[in-house]
């Protein structure tokens, strides 16, 4: 056991170097600071790199949390930490059921970035739902930006553009390298 947390270890390791050279490349080239998640960077950041070690106490970016409905709705968790560490855990209905971790590059965190702006995340509601209404899945999203987190939860009538800000999470399903971490047993 204690060899494959080691694996695991090394390996969320040599992506975060990886991750790490990008950043480095994507440095604002008018002062050479890292570019940060929309925010300005903090006196004296010029060389600090904005993926740092998760073990650091690194804080959450964003969330989504898929629940169960009636049917074969996706059932998943993954949250996104500033550092661009990603933790997965897929429950049912999911290809990857489990527990994976991943890395994300800058350019993939910055449309998070992009894609609330671009809906008014922030403005929209903290809830839209109707408990009068069964058989829906329930989705609660999360971003923090500029200081302010905003968490959605959504079962109905909620802005269809809201799907564009989820479709970033569900998109990351495919387009990354997941590693494997553990089984869970489907709920």
């Not at 695991?8 to 994507?26: G, P, Y």
């Not at 930490?81 to 855990?89: F, I, M, R």
């Not at 799907?163 to 999470?169: S, T």
């Amino acid at each position: 056991m204690k060899y494959f947390l080691a694996i695991v270890s090394l390996s969320i390791l040599l992506v975060a170097c990886n991750n790490t050279k990008e950043v480095a490349e994507n440095m604002s080239s008018e002062n050479g600071t890292p570019a940060t998640h929309g925010q300005p960077p903090k006196p004296g950041a010029e060389h600090q790199i904005l993926f740092e070690d998760i073990a650091k106490g690194d804080s959450l970016f964003a969330s989504i949390k898929r629940g169960y409905c009636f049917g074969t709705c996706p059932v998943y968790e993954m949250k996104i930490y500033n550092s661009g560490h990603v933790e997965y855990t897929g429950t049912h209905s999911v290809d990857l059921k489990g527990e994976y971790v991943t890395m994300l590059s800058y350019e993939k965190m910055k449309a998070f970035i992009d894609v609330a702006t671009d809906i008014s995340y922030f403005e929209m509601q903290d809830e839209y739902d109707n408990e009068h209404v069964t058989d829906l899945p329930e989705t609660t999203t999360s971003l923090v930006m500029g200081g302010k987190r905003k968490s959605v939860r959504k079962r109905y009538k909620y802005p269809s553009s809201l799907k564009a800000f989820e479709g970033l999470f569900d998109g990351l399903l495919k387009s990354e390298k997941w590693i494997f971490v553990k089984n869970n047993k489907d709920k």
